[in-house]
């Protein structure tokens, strides 16, 4: 018995280490019913309501700039290249910063536009998020955390951002592209193949 409460702590420990996979999970809206509506702060001081994007394609993604699996994917230039590929598709792709004051990943308006600069990054919005509101209306529970919610206001998909659960980029063109596919699927005005898939990353740094 002590033997196994020991390898458990190692692996508590282990996961802590690489900024914690989330186990903590929050109340999720579900696919194939309207997504919940929000009004939220973005990053240049505007006001962005999902009411307003009502006809459009909208892409969620929960971000967290010093999360490891965060890093794998905008170090790899991958994010930003599906950031582009969706806007292209006419999608409006929305970064939601849920951390808290004082936790990993928190940044006001000007650090997220410097960040969103500096790496290239191409979201529509970057959305403020310090009391986790909009993260827990969505139950968002790791960066990344993609949710794609079609023209008609009703969420397509949510989950992982592909099928490998890791901080290497090479594993990148070996996953499934879930949130990719997700996104082609519902501009298209087809079915989400895999609509709900298990997230992988950090745990979203929500305040108490």
Known sequence: MFAST???LIAAAAALS??????????????GQPAPTFTALDS?????????????TVVLEWTNDGCPYVRKWYGSGEMQKLQKEAAQ??????????SAP???GYVDGPQANEK?????????????????????????ETTPHMYVIAPDGKLAYAGGIDSIASTNAADIPKADP??????????????V????????????????
């Open 193 to 208: 193949a895999t609509a709900v898939t298990r997230p992988y990353g950090c745990g979203v740094k929500y305040g108490s």
């Open 6 to 8: 020991r390898r458990t």
């Open 18 to 31: 690489l900024g914690g996979l989330a186990t903590v999970t929050h109340a999720a809206p579900q696919v």
């Open 102 to 104: 004082g936790a990993q």
């Open 116 to 140: 969103t600069k500096s790496r290239g990054a191409a979201p529509a919005h970057v959305l403020l998020d310090p009391k986790g509101t909009l993260g827990r209306a969505y139950g968002a």
């Open 178 to 191: 879930y949130a990719k596919k997700a996104i082609e699927a519902v501009v298209a005005g087809k079915p």
């Open 89 to 98: 598709l006419g999608a409006v792709w929305l970064s939601v910063v849920s």
């Open 44 to 56: 240049n001081g505007r006001n962005v309501s999902l009411a307003e994007l009502k006809g459009k």
